[in-house]
T-cell receptor, first 114, second 110 residues
Framework: AAGVIQSPRHLIKEKRETATLKCYPIPRHDTVYWYQQGPGQDPQFLISFYEKMQSDKGSIPDRFSAQQFSDYHSELNMSSLELGDSALYFC?????????????FGPGTRLTVL | SQQGEEDPQALSIQEGENATMNCSYKTSINNLQWYRQNSGRGLVHLIL?????REKHSGRLRVTLDTSKKSSSLLITASRAADTASYFCATDAGSYIPTFGRGTSLIVHP
């Protein structure tokens, strides 16, 4: 079965550079969630999109922005990168079936900021 | 503050033993989910239990939910070395956005 695809899987950037992470949800899933997981930390919710509109916002820094496109894929744009942005970034998607939605997570993008 | 807090933070057992992990949360929830994460890898969904359910089974996994105590437990029976991973509970407190706890690191020795 198709799973959530994230690209790239690994990314190395310098401080103050920008990065774009991509997420391709499972077909027919209309909701996308982004999470950040620092070393040894639990995943922290950043932002979510439902039907291409931002639906919820968590602890996403102002330096980050995201959007969901007409084909439901999503991109997380990160600017002015800081050392503390080094983390695993997960994308998850869920079906359009109301509140009891199981989230399916992608393999993550490991971002290292040097 | 954390919505879900797992207990214990680390658990080390022998293969064949049972492993029990607990999760406590603070506010009313719609559902609670358990996830597994191998080191540095993605999160794998294990079980979703709804607020009106008390127990759920999936293979060697058994999840209970006590909404009066705001707690859940994940029991892995007859553990295997391949069960070694971190286990997270995630709750949604009305926003349908799962909030993760700190996780329990489980090590199963062969």
């Amino acid at each position: 079965a198709a799973g959530v695809i994230q690209s790239p899987r690994h990314l190395i950037k310098e401080k103050r550079e920008t990065a774009t992470l991509k997420c391709y949800p499972i077909p027919r899933h209309d909701t996308v969630y982004w999470y950040q997981q620092g070393p040894g930390q639990d995943p922290q919710f950043l932002i979510s999109f439902y039907e291409k509109m931002q639906s919820d916002k968590g602890s996403i820094p102002d330096r980050f922005s995201a959007q969901q496109f007409s084909d439901y894929h999503s991109e997380l744009n990160m600017s002015s990168l800081e050392l503390g942005d080094s983390a695993l970034y997960f994308c998850a998607s869920s079906r359009p079936s109301g509140r009891y939605n199981e989230q399916f997570f992608g393999p993550g993008t490991r971002l290292t900021v040097l | 503050s954390q919505q879900g807090e797992e207990d214990p933070q680390a658990l080390s057992i022998q293969e064949g033993e049972n492993a029990t992990m607990n999760c406590s949360y603070k506010t009313s929830i719609n559902n609670l989910q358990w996830y597994r994460q191998n080191s540095g890898r993605g999160l794998v969904h294990l079980i979703l239990i709804r607020s009106n359910e008390r127990e759920k089974h999936s293979g060697r996994l058994r999840v209970t939910l006590d909404t009066s105590k705001k707690s859940s437990s994940l029991l892995i029976t007859a553990s295997r070395a391949a069960d070694t991973a971190s286990y997270f509970c995630a709750t949604d407190a009305g926003s349908y956005i799962p909030t993760f706890g700190r996780g329990t690191s489980l090590i199963v020795h062969p």
